[in-house]
T-cell receptor, first 112, second 114 residues
Framework: AQKVTQAQTEISVVEKEDVTLDCVYE???????LFWYKQPPSGELVFLIRRNSFDEQNEISGRYSWNFQKSTSSFNFTITASQVVDSAVYFC?????????WGAGTKLIIKP | NAGVTQTPKFQVLKTGQSMTLQCAQDMNHNSMYWYRQDPGMGLRLIYY???????DKGEVPNGYNVSRLNKREFSLRLESAAPSQTSVYFC?????????????FGPGTRLTVT
């Protein structure tokens, strides 16, 4: 069975703190893709990143970084020096193909 | 380049009424999807269309029908709305190539059934 688990239902931090959102996945496929999406309070869903299973290099984009570890089946997302605008629900998803399997989401609250 | 558009943005229905949610994409994507998102929950796939001319059931298809009108348009129909269908509905599209699996979403339709 394929599954995505985001065990952190809600995280609350003070602005400028670093925060890591966990994503653990299960799949028997050798080739797969992992995704992160952001859903701000306005409600739209915004694509953040896609990662291929054969590329375990970590990725950094400004204050955002992603740590992909096949050994632990995890694809964690870290926000450095968090800002109030980072407040949102973040979803992790697994794609064996173009149909995605979604985690339940982590609500991130950044307090000023 | 509008991406994925959905109409309407908001809708209130009475139990038993019918309606169609419209979705269109201008990214030349082959695959399109309909999801629902209930308060505090993740996304659940209702129906998807892998390519023009094909549709398949997702996780929660009961009470819904879909039509892939052409490559650009994918509509979702509620034949007899029920309060349990109160939700936010998202349409999405994606490519089928390895390099384009990420899904792009429309702004959503907030539906209330009374």
């Amino acid at each position: 069975a394929q599954k995505v688990t985001q065990a952190q239902t809600e995280i609350s931090v003070v602005e400028k703190e670093d925060v890591t959102l966990d994503c653990v996945y299960e799949t028997r496929d050798t080739t797969y893709y992992l995704f992160w999406y952001k859903q701000p309070p306005s409600g739209e869903l915004v694509f953040l990143i896609r990662r291929n299973s054969f590329d375990e290099q970590n990725e950094i984009s400004g204050r955002y970084s992603w740590n992909f570890q096949k050994s632990t089946s995890s694809f964690n997302f870290t926000i450095t020096a968090s800002q109030v605008v980072d407040s949102a629900v973040y979803f992790c998803a697994l794609g064996p193909n173009y149909q995605l399997i979604w985690g339940a989401g982590t609500k991130l609250i950044i307090k000023p | 380049n509008a991406g994925v558009t959905q109409t309407p943005k908001f809708q209130v229905l009475k139990t038993g009424q019918s309606m169609t949610l419209q979705c269109a994409q201008d990214m030349n994507h082959n695959s399109m999807y309909w999801y629902r998102q209930d308060p505090g929950m993740g996304l659940r796939l209702i129906y998807y269309s892998a390519s023009e001319g094909t549709t398949d059931k997702g996780e929660v298809p009961n009470g819904y029908n879909v039509s892939r009108l052409n490559k650009r348009e994918f509509s979702l129909r509620l034949e007899s709305a029920a309060p349990s269908q109160t939700s936010v509905y998202f349409c999405a599209s994606s490519g089928q190539d390895i390099s384009s699996y990420e899904q792009y979403f429309g702004p959503g339709t907030r539906l209330t059934v009374t």
